[in-house]
């Protein structure tokens, strides 16, 4: 009697460096310490049932990672799902669950739409801000908005427009002027071909705006007027944050 | 560019005479500057950037201020290499079960990160604070064999200390050694301030007392407080010679014949032992450790809890300085292998088991203690693996159990020589017909893939000798092509190093040209049979090991320059170093052929003469002789004793076959060319 369960969670602080290619063997030994029933697949190596939608690149922080988990017997959500969060590295984190019913849609078309928070440093504030903001009202108006993709095996041309659903730039105050960040936060479309923050940097770029020093993966889910909803908890996360809210 | 962070540097070391408040004991010191906010902006930029977070399962992180003490455990190579090493888990484990003590850990930083830190002005730093060298009170750093040399010089300049001895002050670490490279510390004399010879346990913790002991006498009002530096440090380095097993490289020198072989290694200072004894623990039930075992979150070479059977080995293989160094057999108790294992696997989440020794099949319980673990993992996705050096049946009866859980894939044995003469004169004892029998059994139960390891160089060896290893892997696979014509063997072939403290110290090490001439033979040989895989290292690969293995202090410039010209990761394929090695070798006049191709005789003093690993150097002689001559010696775990020295002083002999709990006779194993092995030897069936 196996029971699957859809969980967000977290991947920051020291855990973002961990590769996608490492991160099912955290996930096993974590789920053997919390001694969880997880389901194995057959074959010669077996693999624990964890499947993650898609791959976060190393570095880049997330508070909306999503993977699904079959248990080859029931457990008790609430408490084992913690025990597991506990496991977890410090960093990762479950924050929401859902068992999933038979016929549930696959997890990836839940997540059409990924909220991508991109952040500078405190240097060049309001000229950033405002460049960054005629950049993207540009890359909004436009049809295409081509850049080439530097790969080990060779460069690659590609389209980012067609994934761009919104774009706010705004400044995040700190509690010092010196904390405060420029933020650039996108809402991008998962069901194209894939287009990456790095690429979308490139594009509103133009040679001039540095790399961001952060790079966060808010929230995956659907695209709404406001923000994008999160796939399992339901809660919109709004593109443009509300600031006097976060300060306090 | 807009937004551009500006560039950040570490905080400034400190300069000497403003490092002594991080070091004080306890909630005196200032605490150590982390070098996380500068560190982490850069790791997107560099190769596999988590093995420089830490934050792993079951580290240990210990206010700065709630320590007296404060230890950087280093292992002088990659994380991913360094990390699964028990020696370092061991006394990590130790100094922070103590109240007083903290211990974090350092590796060496890939060649990528070396130049950020550089940049940046990062220092060598631990992993589970971030905190810098230069403000540990101890470098403890595990030299398990030669090659780390450059990275050990390279930490130590990363990390704000001088890299010679002579340049510290009580403001810097002391940099101790430990390890089997230690046995013979003499080219890292100019740099290190101890070597401490033998198992750690024990006398880590001495010494972390001395440590404390000495910090508080520092103190103000402490009967030290006033003593000038240089005094001072001297009274830390002769309190530490004072430990047994600690070898101060400083309070000793050597002499030499006017021919420049060595006379003798003498002792400078009043006090210290002509000849420095090696630390043995005496019963490994005491020190069950490490328990807690770091679980990486990324790929490791070894990714397994691991669990130390026996310490020792008895097999007397003459080319074998880890066999030699670590004598006698301490076995741990069945039971307690079973509860560590449970206990490290639930606590850890590994998915494997390594049964750790230098040849776990010897246990004088292995049966039994591979039978009720594959037992009780039976059914799970928990697999179980030991390295053995045996070649008998019983080898493949036990990997049969091991794999309950698997398929049955390969199987690696060693014969290390190719000819019945040759493996008399290494004292490997087992027949061809053993090693044929052997493989028969292992094809006709399922094994696919037998893996051959041997070597070339040794002694004595004849072009006939290296031939024989080739025409023993022919008949290998002749038996495995009889069994299914996918099974495989491979033939894995590594150039001899001699290494101290055997009794191969004395020989002569093949060059290069020769190792790679009959590496060449092995080949040509087996040119027709292409099921037959050869593995072979780059013959160069041994030039450096060995120059490091039996070199004295007159290395220690070579060292030095090699690492100043850019020698790091001396053991990577990635990072051919050789070139720079013997460019340093010809400016500070270090004669590799004079080192490393000649043989010694018996009047020649060696390097490590004064370091004493227990054995006695009339037997090794001996041996070397009886090597010679073809012949055998058997092992002294199953028969009687040859007086190789290592025993009397000690209040313990072999310990093994414990009665209690499980009880099993103690039985030879019947290797040494009996063709009569049973597939299931009655030691192996036997239970309470």
């Not at chain 1, 570095?59 to 017997?73: D, K, N, P, R, W």
């Not at chain 2, 006939?464 to 022919?474: N, S, Y």
């Not at chain 2, 590799?592 to 003469?609: G, I, M, V």
């Amino acid at each position: 009697m196996t029971q699957r369960y859809r969980i967000r969670w977290t991947k920051v602080a020291r855990t973002r460096f961990i590769s996608a290619r490492d991160l099912t063997s955290v996930w096993e030994r974590a789920l053997r310490r919390a001694d969880l029933p997880i389901a194995y697949s057959e074959g010669f190596t077996p693999h624990p049932k964890v499947s993650f939608p898609d791959a976060l690149p190393v570095g880049v922080s997330s508070t909306g990672e999503y993977a699904e988990l079959t248990f080859a017997a029931p457990i008790e959500p609430a408490s084992d799902l913690a025990a597991l969060s506990a496991a977890l590295p410090a960093g990762m984190d479950i924050t929401t669950y859902l068992e999933v019913p038979d016929g549930a849609p696959k997890l990836a078309k839940m997540l059409r739409a990924t909220l991508w928070e991109l952040a500078w440093p405190p240097v060049d504030q309001t000229e950033l801000g405002a460049l960054l903001s005629t950049r993207s009202d540009e890359l909004l108006a436009a049809d295409h908005a081509e850049v080439i993709r530097h790969r080990p095996d060779g460069d690659r041309t590609i389209d980012v427009r067609p994934a761009v659903l919104a774009l706010a730039a705004t400044t995040r105050p700190g509690s010092h002027a010196r904390d405060a960040h420029t933020v650039l936060r996108a809402v991008l479309r998962n069901d194209g071909p894939t287009v990456r923050p790095t690429d979308l940097h490139a594009a509103l770029s133009r040679g001039d705006v540095a790399e961001p020093h952060a790079v966060l993966r808010c929230v995956q889910g659907a695209h709404e007027p406001e923000g994008v909803r999160d796939a399992l908890g339901g809660e919109v996360e709004p593109l443009v944050p509300d600031v006097d809210a976060e300060a306090a | 560019m807009l937004g551009t962070a500006p560039v950040s540097l570490a905080s400034t070391i400190p300069a000497r005479g403003a490092r002594a408040p991080y070091r004080r004991p306890g909630r005196e010191a200032l605490p150590a500057p982390s070098c996380w906010s500068v560190l982490e902006p850069l790791l997107p930029k560099v190769r596999k950037p988590v093995q420089y977070v830490g934050g792993e399962h079951n580290q240990h992180v210990t206010a700065w201020e709630a320590a007296e003490t404060r230890w950087l455990l280093c292992y002088p190579d990659t994380y991913e290499v360094g990390q699964p090493n028990q020696g370092i888990q061991i006394l990590y484990e130790l100094l922070n079960e103590r109240p007083t003590a903290l211990a974090e850990r350092a590796y060496a930083p890939w060649v990528d990160l070396e130049e950020l830190q550089r940049e940046h002005a990062i220092p060598t730093f631990s992993l589970e604070t971030h905190r810098p060298l230069w403000a540990f009170d101890v470098f403890g750093v595990t030299l398990p064999h030669e090659l780390g040399h450059t990275n050990l010089l390279n930490l130590l300049d990363l990390g704000g200390v001088p890299h010679r001895s002579v340049g510290r002050s009580t403001e810097d670490p002391i940099v101790l050694v430990g390890g089997h490279a230690a046995f013979n510390p003499e080219p890292l004399a100019p740099f290190i301030d101890a070597a401490v010879m033998g198992d750690g346990e024990q006398v880590t913790l001495e010494i972390d007392e001395v440590v404390r002991a000495f910090k508080r006498e520092r103190e103000p009002a402490g009967p030290l407080e006033g003593c000038d530096d240089a005094e001072a440090r001297h009274e830390l380095l002769r309190r530490l010679a004072a430990v047994e097993g600690v070898y101060v490289p400083a309070f000793y020198a050597p002499r030499y014949r006017d021919d420049g072989r060595l006379q003798r290694t003498v002792p400078t200072e009043p006090g210290v032992p002509a000849l420095v004894p090696k630390r043995t623990i005496q019963d490994l039930e005491e020190w069950q450790y490490p328990r807690k075992q770091i679980v990486p979150m990324t790929e490791t070479v070894h990714e397994r809890f691991s669990v130390e059977i026996f310490r020792g080995c008895t097999r007397g293989c003459r080319f074998c300085q880890a066999g030699m160094i670590t004598r006698p057999v301490r076995e741990r108790r069945p039971e307690t292998v079973q509860r560590l294992v449970e206990e490290g696997v639930a606590d850890t989440g590994f998915n494997e088991v390594g049964l750790l020794s230098l040849s776990s099949a010897d246990h004088s319980a292995i049966g039994p203690i591979a039978r009720d673990l594959a037992d009780a993992y039976e059914g799970t996705t928990t697999s179980l693996s030991l390295p053995s050096t045996r070649v008998d049946a019983f080898n493949v009866t036990l990997s049969n159990e091991l794999a309950r859980n698997g398929r049955r894939t390969g199987l690696t044995f060693a014969p290390e020589a190719g000819s019945e003469r040759l493996r008399a004169v290494i004292n490997k004892m087992v027949s061809e017909a053993d090693l044929l029998r052997t493989a028969e059994v292992a094809f006709a139960e399922g094994w696919r893939h037998i893996k051959l390891y041997f070597m070339v160089g040794l002694p004595t060896e004849t072009d006939e000798d290296v031939l024989a290893i080739a025409e023993l892997g022919i008949r290998t696979y002749e038996i495995a092509r009889r069994h299914g014509h996918a099974n495989k063997v491979t033939l894995s072939v590594g150039g001899f190093v001699p290494k101290p403290h055997t009794p191969f110290q004395w020989a002569a090490q093949d060059p290069p040209d020769e190792i790679r001439r009959k590496l060449s033979l092995i080949r040509h040989a087996i040119k027709d049979h292409r099921g037959i895989k050869v593995r072979t290292n780059d013959p160069e690969e041994g030039v450096i090991e060995g120059l490091l293995a039996r070199g004295d202090r007159r290395v220690a410039p070579a060292i030095e320059r090699a690492w100043q010209l850019g020698a790091r990761f001396d053991g990577w394929h990635e990072m051919p170093t050789l070139e720079l090695w013997r460019q340093a070798m010809a400016e500070t006049g270090v004669d590799l052929d004079w080192f490393s191709y000649r043989e010694r005789d018996q009047h020649e003093a060696l390097p490590w003469d004064h370091l004493d690993s227990g054995l006695d150097a009339g037997w090794l002689w001996e041996d070397w002789q009886d090597a010679q001559a073809d012949q055998q010696l058997d092992d002294c775990r199953w028969s009687a004793c040859y007086d190789c020295g290592v025993c009397p002083g000690l209040s313990i002999e072999h310990d093994t076959g414990y009665t209690g709990g499980f009880s099993l006779p103690v039985v030879p194993s019947r290797l040494g060319g009996s063709d009569e092995l049973p597939i299931t030897p009655e030691r192996y069936a036997s239970g309470p």
